[in-house]
């Protein structure tokens, strides 16, 4: 049987992926640098001055890269925490998860200078778990008043994990302090190769899981009752769904930072472009956290000349007002 895609879907889907090409090829020419999108353009087909190159190709593609990605990680982890929860307010970076795999991060960082960057994944992945534990633990699961309770418990962990962190940062060694205070500002700055391989990974890691999830997240939206009864183990799904979006979240973190609001506003900006089923929704999702992180990487060095402000500082802006309407929105929703 074929499978059908609704037009709509279709079209937005097709719409946002030549949005991000637009987004790369602007990255590619913008930059305190003067070489323009001409120049870039021809030092990656290799006929350009060695200058041009070594911008284009080892500074600039790799940063659209790694926003690229990092960002489309990101926004499918907040929409798969979102489906497990079944909380609209679910995001990595708000509840504390992201927190949590920058803390673990900043561990490894400030304590032990001489661990490989290969670690920060690993250490993220435990953190941010922990963290998840937790505010399930805390939250009440499925009970009445839950997700209030998930998203102040989170808010509250995140505030705490906020605080450890400026005290280790308070009292490591100056050079390592400074290294982390760029990453923990959600900055594509320094991106490498390395990172981008890494993300390449992880990307092609959740192409699969998101292949895997569309059909349990569709039977949970019906309820856990419906779930059951199409022969779904609700708890271990929900589980392996939480697990997925930490694992995303993590290496999306570890190598851009905790980017605040991307896995809160993409899911819900999917879903207003085009209403889809659970499959094509991860993927609409994905375009829309990688436009956003790409946008804000791209403003953040189109509007303020040769100062750098990181792509998480833009978000943060733009985020917290959208925040503060989808609350609205949710209050209005639940009192109606």
Known sequence: MALEVPARAATALALLCGLLLVLLLASLGTGSTAIGLGEALSALAGSASDRATLVATEFRLPRALTALMAGGLLAVSGALLQGTTRNPLADPALVGVSQGAGLAVIVLVVLVPAASDAWRAPAAF????????????????????????????GIGLAAFLAAATTAILTYGRITEAHEALGWLSGSVRAAAWDEVRRL???????????????????????????ATGLGHRVARVRTGLLVAS???????????????????????????????????????????????????????????????????????????????????????????
């Open 246 to 336: 930490v694992a995303l979240a993590s290496a999306s973190v570890a190598v851009a930072g905790p980017v605040t609001f991307v896995g809160l506003l993409a899911p819900h900006a999917a879903r207003r472009i085009a209403p889809s089923g659970p499959g094509l929704h991860l993927a609409l999702t994905w375009c829309v956290g990688a436009a956003l992180v790409m946008g804000a990487d791209l403003a953040g060095r189109a509007a303020f000349g040769t100062a750098h402000v990181p792509a998480g500082l833009v978000t943060a802006l733009v985020g917290a007002p959208c925040f503060a309407l989808l609350m609205l929105r949710t209050q209005r929703k639940d009192g109606s």
């Open 200 to 226: 390449v990974l992880a990307t092609l890691a959740a192409a699969l899981l998101c292949a895997m999830a569309a059909r349990p997240l569709a039977a949970l939206r019906l309820g856990e009752d419906v």
């Open 126 to 153: 435990g953190g941010g778990l922990a963290v998840a534990g937790v505010i399930l633990a805390l939250s009440g699961g499925e009970a009445r008043g839950a997700q209030v309770r998930f998203l102040l418990t």
